[in-house]
């Protein structure tokens, strides 16, 4: 049960986070890179307020989704949008995001030390595992991962399908300068693409730490699985990030957990290589991802 169920974890998360790099990828083409440090900081955001107040990390994820959202916001406005309106290559902006993703992992590392000398415990690294409940025989992380992803794809149907915004948003997804053209607010959706991206991805960092020791350079390590998902699952759909981190995360869990019982536990610090084997062989043969694919907008009608 317990390789099942975190592996299930896993890729419940990992879908959350494909999800997110796909859509701020579909709205203002930019391979964010410190898409992966955003969750970190929703990490440390419950880490803070357990430490310091008690606070149950799973409560923590609200906050973690407004200051994620915010950050996201600030990053998009000070950095990306200039640096758009400049008429900056995709090459240049990927640049950016990874100078970002710099910069977080060591901002997050002295802030680490800072929780370290003020609260005498080790910020460094941490997990909240041992403050999981279970129901039954199903642990806590399960539970609260599948019920955000439920959440998040309810309130993204209600969002997409049943408001003017939402329709707004789906029009310049698809086609930006028809949609300018028709009076869309397209400088708009791309402000809210991150922030919604940036918002999902601190929710998930709050939850991270009941899987795996977290710890500043954890958005460097997770970053590869995310961009594997949105990549195997088509980075122009938003719904290629959703079965594009369950196909990564299932296979990175389970497959490296098989290979280990032949291989020797050695082979479990090698589990991002499942992700980019499974990512090139999609490359080769579906260049466009699942969602890309003729059966896939057939199906989809």
């Known amino acids: 049960m317990g390789v099942i169920d975190g592996a299930i974890t896993y890729a419940n998360l ?53 200051i994620g959202g915010l950050f996201g916001t600030a990053v998009y406005l000070l950095t990306i949008r ?12 990927m640049m950016a995001t990874l100078a970002i993703d710099i910069i977080l992992y060591g901002s997050l590392g002295a802030y680490s030390d800072y ?9 460094s690294k941490f997990v909240f595992t041992n403050i999981d409940f279970t129901i039954g025989n199903v642990p806590g992380r399960l539970v609260m991962s599948t019920l955000l992803v439920l959440g998040t794809l309810l309130g993204l ?18 086609n930006p300068a028809l949609a300018e053209a028709m009076g869309i607010d397209v400088e708009m959706t791309r402000l809210f693409s991150w922030f919604l991206a940036a918002a999902v991805a601190g929710m998930v960092g709050a939850v991270l730490p009941f899987l795996q020791e977290t710890v500043p350079g954890t958005g460097g390590f997770i970053i590869v699985s995310v961009f594997a998902a ?24 389970l497959v490296t957990y098989g290979l280990s019982d032949v291989l020797g536990t050695g082979v479990l610090v090698y589990s991002k290589v499942v992700s980019l084997l499974i990512m090139v062989v999609v490359l080769l043969v579906l260049p466009e991802g699942i969602t890309g694919t003729k059966l896939w907008r057939r199906l989809m009608g």
């Open 115 to 123: 929780l370290s000398g003020l609260f005498k415990r080790n910020a």
């Open 82 to 93: 200039p640096l758009i309106k400049k008429g900056a290559s995709v090459d240049m902006l």
């Open 157 to 174: 149907y209600i969002l997409l399908y049943k408001t003017k915004f939402g329709i707004a948003l789906r029009a310049s997804m698809e």
């Open 14 to 66: 990992l879908a959350l986070l494909a999800l997110g790099l796909t859509l701020t990828y579909i709205t203002t083409a930019v391979p964010n890179f410190a898409h992966g440090s955003f969750a970190v900081i929703g990490s440390y955001l419950a880490y803070t307020l357990l430490v310091a107040w008690g606070i149950n990390p799973y409560i923590a994820v609200v906050p973690a989704f407004i």
């Open 230 to 253: 949105s990549i195997v699952g088509g980075l122009r759909n938003i719904a290629g990030g959703l079965i594009g981190g369950y196909i990564i995360g299932l296979s990175e869990s």
